[in-house]
């Protein structure tokens, strides 16, 4: 082969990858009345306005999406009437004391560097003033203050990326459900219903749902599925894929309890294209259970 047609293939190669992911756009006024549009008019279950922190912080990747996340989610908390928006971004968002004020957290794309993967220590960083020591134990009681909110009764959605917030922490992969091994490269996924009677897919109708996405590989505590899986993808419909899957079904989804409190996760999506009723009103749903409201089994399945 000679030079000229090797480089033309290797361009042909990247133009297709590059091609296969979503391209990030701004946020109109167009796209507002889209989703204004598109999102539920009224809760699933009739329930006192709830208090939503939005955590939209990252030290990491920067994914194009979080800023569209928080517009649809004060969106779809004005247009539902289910609950309150508060965005935040500074660290000691995590003291004690302000946790209390809310009925759930949602982790907006907040992820962290690598390989370290300790968001709390990666903002502490920021503050020039504090030396090693101090940034190791503030980092672990920011950790630890997140988990004991939860498990004292509090809700946490993580959306996307954020579930590498505390990535190599297995307590927190625990009470998460897993945590990030890595991801292929997006492509267009059909995600199906694990149990479609269950009440939080009832969105998807028994279609499931199709998009194009990061496959998202889990690792840690996501062996021993200690959560109610709610989507999954099929291992042998994805390409890319590094090493052997045990499991042809690959969950991307699910819902969990944690000690008192409850835990959604959501992998769907990396793309602001995905936003379609369907998946709005999966997100409203996993509000309202996060929060309490919405009743549910989610019972984990365990290892199989």
């Known amino acids: 082969m000679n030079k000229i047609a090797s480089t033309f293939l290797i361009l042909l190669f990247a133009?297709?990858?590059?091609?296969?992911?979503?391209?990030?756009?701004?946020?109109?006024?167009?796209?507002?009345?889209?989703?204004?549009?598109i999102a539920p008019s009224k809760p699933t279950v009739k329930a006192e306005v709830r208090n939503i922190l939005v955590f939209s912080q990252h030290t990491g990747f920067n994914h194009w999406t979080i800023p569209h996340n928080n517009e649809m989610l004060k969106i779809m908390a004005k247009k539902s009437g289910a609950f309150n928006v508060t965005i935040a971004k500074d660290v000691d968002t995590f003291e004690k004391d302000n946790l209390k004020q809310y009925?759930?957290?949602?982790?907006?794309?907040?992820?962290?560097?690598?390989?370290?993967?300790?968001?709390?220590?990666?903002?502490?960083k920021q503050n020039s003033s504090l030396d090693d020591n101090t940034i190791t134990k503030l980092a672990a009681q920011y950790e630890n203050n997140l988990m004991d909110y939860v498990a004292q009764g509090g809700g946490l959605m993580i959306m996307h990326g954020a579930i590498t917030v505390q990535n190599n922490s297995m307590p927190f992969s625990q009470m998460t459900g897993g945590s990030f091994d890595y991801h292929p490269r997006q492509q267009e996924m059909h995600l199906k219903e694990v149990d479609p009677k269950h009440p939080m897919v009832q969105a998807f109708k028994s279609k499931g749902f199709v998009h194009t996405d990061?496959?998202?590989?889990?690792?840690?505590?996501?062996?021993?599925?200690?959560?109610?899986?709610?989507?999954?993808?099929?291992?042998?419909?994805?390409?890319?894929?590094?090493?052997?899957?045990?499991?042809?079904?690959?969950?991307?989804?699910?819902?969990?309890?944690?000690?008192?409190?409850?835990?959604?996760?959501?992998?769907?999506?990396?793309?602001?294209?995905?936003?379609?009723?369907?998946?709005?009103?999966?997100?409203?749903?996993?509000?309202?259970?996060?929060?309490?409201?919405?009743?549910?089994?989610?019972?984990?399945?365990?290892k199989k």
């Not at 133009?15 to 946020?27: E, H, K, L, N, S």
């Open 15 to 37: 133009v297709t990858i590059y091609a296969q992911g979503q391209q990030p756009f701004d946020i109109d006024d167009e796209w507002l009345a889209k989703i204004e549009s």
């Open 214 to 302: 990061e496959p998202y590989v889990f690792k840690n505590a996501y062996a021993d599925y200690n959560f109610r899986p709610l989507l999954y993808i099929e291992a042998d419909k994805i390409e890319g894929l590094r090493k052997e899957v045990i499991e042809n079904t690959m969950y991307v989804a699910w819902i969990k309890k944690h000690g008192q409190g409850r835990v959604f996760y959501s992998s769907p999506s990396h793309n602001a294209q995905s936003m379609n009723p369907e998946l709005l009103q999966f997100f409203l749903d996993g509000i309202q259970y996060v929060a309490g409201d919405l009743k549910c089994d989610d019972s984990p399945i365990g």
């Open 103 to 124: 009925d759930a957290i949602i982790l907006n794309n907040s992820n962290p560097t690598g390989p370290e993967r300790n968001l709390f220590a990666d903002l502490l």
